[in-house]
């Protein structure tokens, strides 16, 4: 991993899930920012004010403001679309899972979800939006 920290915002109605992601992550040296309201999540994410996350990891269902519904709204603005969401969901039908990956997910992942494996994820995703962001 590169000298940096990758930084991660993991967005999730579960705080086991939540505690999981900040434990097994940081302790693989990632820098994890959690929420369990999906629209604080939100407010921090499109906050002008806020450092971008390389990658955000996201639950599909969530009160307030599902999944689906938070990738379009922050692949919609320009300062937030190239950052790359791995959604991680209990539900495991092609429905959602086409949803996912139409509205915005580049990857998806069924609960529950080994540490090594999403720590995979994450590194593809952030190599892709370094890609991207030197492509600009």
């Not at 000298?3 to 705080?15: C, G, P, Q």
């Amino acid at each position: 991993m590169s000298e940096s920290k990758i930084k991660i915002v993991a967005i999730d109605d579960d705080d086991v899930i939540l505690d999981i992601y900040e434990t097994g992550l940081s302790a693989k040296g990632y820098e994890v920012k959690t929420f369990l309201n999906p629209k604080k999540a939100k407010e921090y994410v499109l906050n002008e004010n806020t450092a971008l996350p390389d990658v955000i990891l996201m639950d599909i269902m969530m009160p307030g403001i599902d999944g689906i519904s938070l990738m379009k709204d922050i692949h919609s603005n320009l300062r937030t679309t190239h950052i790359p969401i791995i959604a991680v969901s209990c539900l495991n039908d092609a429905a959602t899972l086409n949803d996912a990956l139409l509205f915005g997910a580049m990857d998806y992942l069924v609960k529950p979800v080994a540490i090594d494996s999403l720590e995979t994820k994450i590194k593809k995703a952030w190599e892709l939006n370094k890609k991207r962001s030197t492509e600009k």
